[in-house]
């Protein structure tokens, strides 16, 4: 297995965290540098970024989130078991005014920062669902900044397994033992066979 497959692989969703492990400012430096160097449409680079790594600032993102739709009734993350830092990502408006383009960078931005925290012993994940006009008053923020990706990050204190789908069901889920299991089309169902197609 190839060094980047490992971190594919080890870059999950995750919705559990140990709260007694802290992502040092430093951290969030580390993978911010990283995600400054990305590809941008047209190289506008319109993307910034609301750090937080407090719990007096964690606390002011969590509650406008939402967290695994499919499992609404398990309440995650547990409580004791929430993020230790946020990346909030913006498209900010005075750089781009049709902010459309640009959401392709917001997905590379946030992809190359999980795949760093898988780097540096963390996890993460995306959340799209989040109440964005109170983001921006909880913070004071300007509205020419428009909030597009939640990015939370921490220690992940749970199980997660990647299996085949059988019968193309996707639907992740979880166990008794509380594992939660992703699963994945097969890698034949992804690829087009073009010959096929154009019969």
């Not at 920062?113 to 923020?141: R, W, Y």
Request: aromatic share 8%; charged share 25%.
């Amino acid at each position: 297995m190839s060094y980047l497959e490992e971190l594919v692989r080890k870059n999950r969703s995750y919705r559990g965290y140990d709260e007694s492990v802290s992502v040092t400012s430093e951290q969030l430096y580390r993978l911010l540098s990283c995600v400054r160097l990305t590809p941008s449409s047209t190289n506008l680079q319109p993307l910034k970024f609301l750090v937080t790594n407090t719990p007096e600032e964690n606390a002011k993102i969590f509650p406008y989130t939402k967290w695994a739709g499919k499992l609404s009734h398990l309440h995650l993350p547990y409580e004791g078991h929430r993020p230790t830092a946020y990346v909030v990502i913006f498209i900010d408006r005075t750089i781009a005014q049709n902010p459309t383009p640009f959401l392709k960078d917001v997905g590379i931005a946030a992809q190359t920062l999980l795949l760093g925290a898988v780097e540096q012993g963390l996890g993460g994940i995306m959340i799209g669902s989040f109440d964005h006009d109170a983001i921006l008053k909880e913070f004071s923020l300007p509205d020419t900044l428009q909030p597009e990706l939640v990015v939370a990050l921490g220690k992940p204190d749970e199980t997660i397994v990647l299996e085949d789908a059988e019968g193309g069901e996707v639907s992740y889920y979880r166990d008794a033992q509380d594992v939660h299991h992703v699963p994945k089309r097969l890698l034949e169902e992804l690829i087009l066979n073009l010959k096929e197609i154009n019969k």
